[in-house]
């Protein structure tokens, strides 16, 4: 099964998302690689500021999204 590490998007990158505007993700990984995977695995994620933290995605053989886990959350800055 492949892993790949994410860290975090934004609250206006995910208002759009949310609206229905988009219905992939796009997100860079940490070894560089482009991924797309569906908005809605990231619904457990989400707070007023957006999806922050490191997560890690899996896929099966097929590049089939499996599940995704949040490894850690990210600092927030207060407003």
């Known amino acids: 099964m ?3 590490t ?7 990158q995910y208002l759009e998302l949310y609206r229905g505007f988009i219905r992939q993700v796009q997100a ?3 070894n ?3 991924l797309r995977f569906p908005v809605g695995v990231l619904v457990p ?3 007023d500021l957006g999806v922050y ?5 899996h ?5 089939r999204f499996r599940r995704i886990e949040r490894l850690a ?3 927030r800055v207060v407003r």
């Not at 994410?6 to 206006?12: H, K, N």
């Not at 896929?59 to 590049?63: I, K, L, N």
């Open 53 to 57: 933290g490191t997560f890690r995605l």
């Open 45 to 47: 994620f989400v707070t």
């Open 32 to 34: 560089g690689q482009v």
């Open 59 to 63: 896929f099966d053989a097929t590049d």
């Open 28 to 30: 860079l990984a940490r």
């Open 73 to 75: 959350d990210l600092p």
């Open 6 to 12: 994410v860290d975090a998007l934004g609250r206006e």
């Open 2 to 4: 492949q892993q790949l």
